[in-house]
Nanobody, 119 residues
Framework: QVQPVESGGGLVQAGGSLRLSCAAS????????MGWYRQAPGKQREFVAI???????NYADSVKGRFTISRDNAKNTVYLQMNSLKPEDTAVYYC?????????????WGQGTQVTVSS
């Protein structure tokens, strides 16, 4: 299992948008669930969104309606489209590769990408 690599973070004003990308090598990428998590300073890492191999999605209540997770299996890449960003969305965002089609439990973490939302 190869460590995922995140990109696309940066500084954005409140109300703005960013799209994060997570590249995960492997011929079996399409078989696994992929998830996004985030960790703000002084806080525990928390769940943001997950997409199964079949394309089903779930979101944390805090981002529901604003964030969209998607995947492009041909590119071995998962995305997190973040709209209507709020200062409380500021965190390091991590991608996680799952171990089966529906869960990211016991999977591999990326190194993270910083998202900062200014007021």
């Amino acid at each position: 299992q190869v460590q995922p690599v995140e990109s696309g973070g940066g500084l954005v004003q409140a109300g703005g948008s960013l799209r994060l990308s997570c590249a995960a090598s492997g011929r079996t990428f399409s078989s696994y669930a992929m998830g996004w998590y985030r960790q703000a300073p002084g806080k525990q890492r928390e769940f943001v969104a997950i997409i199964t191999s079949g394309g089903s999605t779930n979101y944390a209540d805090s981002v529901k309606g604003r964030f969209t997770i998607s995947r492009d299996n041909a590119k071995n890449t998962v995305y997190l489209q973040m709209n209507s960003l709020k200062p409380e969305d500021t965190a390091v965002y991590y991608c996680k590769r799952g171990i089966n089609s529906t869960t990211t439990a016991f999977g591999s973490w990326g190194q993270g990408t910083q998202v900062t939302v200014s007021s």
